[in-house]
């Protein structure tokens, strides 16, 4: 049954309990109503007000909420709207939907971390060097120029989706696997990030936009030149981030974060980098004179090809100690041999049968937005020369200046 109609209008909700009241009588369903918000994010607020003001957060049955991202657009706003939704809902009814914790590979995460008794005595500041996260897009905002240009890179991927990649790759071990410890490991870990000061955001956090180019013998527009984006506009449609862990496990290691629209190719992935050995006993030669092999490396793809790859050295064929990097590579598609349920599959069957473990809570938004605060108000205060990369490009010179600064690159994925 469908139902169309403006969501300010009180006759909206009254057909829609209507429509409840039919389904609960011919499907059985124990009166249980999961209501799903996919509307522009203005209206979060009239529509959870309007359910309490029609009892519709009320029943016989449970009475769940999910709720689509951006959850707010800065820290203020996002406090604003869970007060507003806690007064019709329970935090424990709320939902609060990030695909990206649906997504096979990063649920594999705690499977790999925790299952396994191989990696997780590594998986410190004493054996890891560095953590690269890239969310890479090959197009540009199709069509959705004016959405973005209210969002940007910052608030669209780094803040909700891959912030939450991190904490799910930094947390500690849960004593037990429920949804209360799991998220509580989670929102710990965001709650350790450093907060950036002022004066540190030029160092640490990079904003870029993309500009015209050719790509495959095709003229490209840059942002400014897409439909329904202001000529003059200083939306970041990139956005890279250096942050630090305040904890035991991670002082000292830095994380790389960064998304972007408009880079050569679709791919999302982690990469975890070791530390070398202590000593360089294998030394390979290049035409710019000897150097040590590149260190190992860890790679847990999310997109577009799901999946895990190791990269250690090994002995190339012959005489003499000639070594070079080998990989492992596992795969979803070829390791399980059927469909994967679509990330959003998998988290709207969680929300009907009450398990919120993959969903955002209350205290992890706002320890999210407390990470990226900082940035924006930096962002907002400052006025770019944009673009600053090219279209098909893998983004900014100063993304590259900032892993510079450490000793370190952006790896190509």
């Given at each position: 049954m469908n139902r169309s109609g403006d969501l300010q209008d009180t006759k909206c909700y009254q057909q829609i309990q209507s429509q409840l009241g039919e389904a609960e009588k011919i499907h059985q369903t124990a009166d249980n109503v999961l209501y799903y918000l996919s509307t522009q994010p203005s209206y979060y607020s009239v529509v959870i007000e309007q359910l309490g003001r029609h009892s519709?957060?009320?029943?016989?049955?449970?009475?769940?909420?999910?709720?689509?991202?951006?959850?707010?657009?800065?820290?203020?706003?996002?406090?604003?709207?869970?007060?507003?939704?806690?007064?019709?809902?329970?935090?424990?009814?709320?939902?609060?939907?990030?695909?990206?914790?649906?997504?096979?590979?990063?649920?594999?995460?705690?499977?790999?971390?925790?299952?396994?008794?191989?990696?997780?005595?590594?998986?410190?500041?004493?054996?890891?060097?560095?953590?690269?996260?890239?969310?890479?897009?090959?197009?540009?905002?199709?069509?959705?120029?004016?959405?973005?240009?209210?969002?940007?890179?910052?608030?669209?991927?780094?803040?909700?989706?891959?912030?939450?990649?991190m904490a799910t790759v930094t947390m500690e071990p849960p004593g037990v696997f429920d949804a209360d410890n799991v998220r509580d490991e989670r929102a710990k870990l965001l709650r350790a990030i450093r907060i950036m000061n002022p004066d540190e955001v030029p160092l640490y956090a990079v904003a870029g936009q993309y500009g015209p180019a050719k790509i495959g013998g095709q003229e490209v527009p840059g942002f400014r030149q897409e439909e329904g984006v202001d000529p003059n506009s200083q939306t970041d449609t990139y956005a890279a981030a250096t942050f630090f862990v305040n904890n035991w496990r991670w002082a000292g290691v830095p994380f790389y974060i960064r998304s972007g629209k408009r880079l050569p190719k679709r791919v999302t992935d982690i990469a975890i980098q070791f530390n070398a050995p202590p000593l360089a006993m294998f030394q390979q030669e290049t035409r710019l004179g000897p150097r040590s092999p590149r260190p190992n490396l860890l790679i847990l793809r999310i997109q577009p090809e799901e999946g895990i790859s190791l990269r250690f050295l090994s002995k190339s064929p012959g005489s003499g100690m000639r070594v070079r990097p080998v990989s492992m590579d596992f795969s979803y598609g070829s390791s399980f041999g059927e469909r994967s349920p679509s990330a959003y599959e998998t988290l709207l069957v969680d929300a009907m049968a009450g398990d919120p473990t993959l969903y955002t809570r209350q205290d992890m938004v706002e320890a999210s937005w407390q990470v990226v605060q900082p940035i924006l108000d930096a962002w907002r205060n400052s006025k770019f020369d944009f673009p600053n990369y090219e279209a098909g490009t893998w983004g900014p010179k100063a993304a590259d200046e900032m892993l510079a600064r450490q000793g370190h690159v952006w790896r190509i994925p």
């Open positions: 519709m957060n009320r029943g016989n049955g449970w009475r769940r909420i999910v709720i689509e991202k951006p959850f707010g657009h800065d820290l203020a706003s996002a406090r604003k709207l869970n007060s507003e939704t806690h007064e019709v809902f329970p935090e424990e009814d709320v939902y609060r939907i990030d695909h990206y914790l649906g997504k096979e590979t990063v649920q594999n995460i705690l499977a790999f971390r925790f299952g396994n008794g191989i990696f997780e005595p590594l998986w410190s500041r004493n054996y890891i060097d560095h953590v690269q996260i890239t969310a890479a897009e090959s197009i540009g905002v199709e069509g959705r120029g004016g959405y973005y240009q209210e969002a940007g890179a910052l608030r669209d991927m780094i803040q909700n989706h891959l912030l939450q990649v």
